[in-house]
């Protein structure tokens, strides 16, 4: 209501303490075809930290792969591998693109191939395990259990940042792949 009379009491402001950021799992959608990822981003961000759990070809011997539709987020829940983590990703839209820039913590000797996620050891991907994950709005992070690094992503509304923690390691290496995305 509008008035040109002068105000007897003072307005007063409701002030909102909630926390409803604790209410966000990042994790719904993630598995059953949602098309989500559990990633670091914010609303509207330019960035979308997230892990890549597999890797799946387009095409197979030149006829289409149904199978890639199920990483249109390059996120399944029921993997247990994480090939990297790349910069873009695209949140329940059901069609498949981006994963750009990934980026791969790893010990040991360097191994450059990403690898086949059912031939164990094959490439430079690593296993891991939900109980060693955790996300939440603008942050994620993961144990890679085949090199001891704990990876963290965060990300602000246009920068990401990654920090990957090591075991006491002579060999520690980061892979950036340039040529990975979400339809490789």
Known sequence: MISCEEQKKPVKVQQNADDYIQFVNPFIGTKNMGHTFPGATVPFGAIQLSPETNKVSMYIDGNYNPEVYNYCAGYQYEDS??????????????????????????????????????????????????????????????YLDNYNVTAELTATERVGFHQYTFEKTDSAHIILDLMANIYN
């Open 81 to 142: 591998t994480i090939f990297g983590f790349s910069h873009t990703h695209f949140s329940g839209t059901g069609h498949s693109d981006l994963g750009d820039l990934l980026i791969m913590p790893t010990t040991g000797k360097l191994n450059l191939d990403p690898g086949d996620a059912s031939i164990p050891h094959s490439g430079y991907f690593s296993s891991f395990g939900h109980a060693n994950e955790f996300a939440e709005p603008a942050y994620y992070r993961v």
